[in-house]
């Protein structure tokens, strides 16, 4: 059984800043993109990072160019994180890690976790 555990979340001001965890763990032979998405109320879940397990990444068009927002992974500790700085009103969500994986040796198989708060306050 592969999980996905996020931690990080939580309230902060305006241009404050957080760093959100994901680990997996359980049966893994490898994971190749680990990302994270968000969905804040009303709207449909959206992405908001990626990264391969080469390092390449990927923004959504709605972080992207905002310098204050970076994803980065260890592969040896099988965990994604996002560093979020000078955050906006408009950036509350609950953020959701998802991951490629390859458990035992069969897949691969798309997995998330159960999602972390995150709630920016003007």
């Known amino acids: 059984q592969v999980q996905l555990v996020e931690s990080g979340g939580g309230l902060v001001q305006a241009g404050g800043s957080l760093r959100l965890s994901c680990a997996a763990s359980?049966?893994?032979?490898?994971?190749?993109?680990m990302g994270w998405y968000r969905q804040a109320p009303g709207n449909q879940r959206e992405l908001v990072a990626r990264?391969?397990?080469?390092?390449?990444?990927?923004?959504a068009d709605s972080v992207k160019g905002r310098f204050t927002i970076t994803i980065s992974r260890d592969n040896a500790k099988n965990t994604v994180y996002l560093q979020m700085n000078s955050l906006k009103p408009e950036d509350t969500a609950v953020y959701y890690c998802?991951?490629?994986?390859?458990?035992?040796?069969?897949?691969?198989?798309?997995?998330w976790g159960q999602g972390t708060q995150v709630t920016v306050s003007s």
């Open positions: 998802n991951a490629i994986i390859i458990p035992g040796g069969w897949g691969p198989y798309e997995y």
């Open positions: 990264i391969t397990s080469g390092g390449s990444t990927k923004y």
């Open positions: 359980g049966s893994i032979f490898s994971i190749d993109a």
